[in-house]
């Protein structure tokens, strides 16, 4: 295994517009979590999943945006009606309860 | 929840120089972290450090847990450490919270 690993790379979308991305933890890890970096600031919490739970929500992510975890494997993060504020580099990252992994991020650009 | 702060917020250092780089953190802690991110995004892991001292080639860090800061050192630095450093820190089972990252640039 070679790591946390997200798809697409880079995503440009028109307003209104829904996407998916997906992300494939470290085999063993059992926690995943969702981030959101903006440019210039420190990546910020989206949520995460234990298994297939999802334990926690940040205020950040608003009802436009749901993410799943179907039998604690890979994760998907899907952004309906796409506004120009969603415009950022999202991070997944993995845990086997200590150390936490990050992806490659994939960013998004709303047009 | 916990706050993490970084210091300096932007360094500029001639190749070779040394550097140090703060993080302060407002709770106690049983996760904390320094990351390199690359010029493409990635997170790159350098210090899984809770407590204690590690190093690891020019790089090390010591977190004094009981004082609530952690501290990465930079020897001999080459132009290509050169990237955001974050730190980032978490308690309990909480997500890890970073910090808004010192910008390092190494001029030859």
């Known amino acids: 295994d070679t790591g946390v690993s997200q798809d697409p790379r880079h995503k440009i979308t028109k307003r209104g517009q829904n996407v998916t991305f997906r992300c494939d933890p470290i085999?063993?890890?059992?926690?995943l979590y969702w981030y959101r970096q903006t440019l210039g600031q420190g990546p910020e919490f989206l949520t995460y999943?234990?298994?297939?739970?999802?334990?926690?929500k940040s205020r950040l992510l608003s009802d436009r945006f749901s993410a799943e975890r179907p039998k604690g494997s890979f994760s998907t993060l899907e952004i309906q009606r796409t506004e120009q504020g969603d415009s950022a580099m999202y991070l997944c990252?993995?845990?086997?309860?200590?150390?936490?992994?990050f992806g490659q991020g994939t960013r998004l650009t709303v047009v | 929840g916990i706050q993490v702060e970084q210091s300096p917020p932007d360094l500029i250092l001639q190749e070779g120089a040394n550097s140090t780089l703060r993080c302060n953190f407002s709770d106690s802690v049983n996760n904390l972290q320094w990351f390199h991110q690359n010029p493409w995004g990635q997170l790159i892991n350098l210090f899984y450090i809770p407590s204690g001292t590690k190093q690891n080639g020019r790089l090390s860090a010591t977190t004094v847990a009981t004082e609530r800061y952690s501290l990465l050192y930079i020897s001999s630095s080459q132009t290509t450490d050169s990237g955001v450093y974050f730190c980032?820190?978490?308690?309990?089972?909480?997500?890890?919270?970073f910090g808004k990252g010192t910008r390092l640039s190494v001029i030859a």
């Open positions: 990252a993995s845990t086997l309860n200590t150390e936490a992994f």
């Open positions: 980032a820190a978490s308690s309990g089972n909480t997500p890890l919270v």
């Open positions: 999943f234990q298994n297939e739970a999802q334990l926690e």
């Open positions: 085999s063993e890890h059992n926690r």
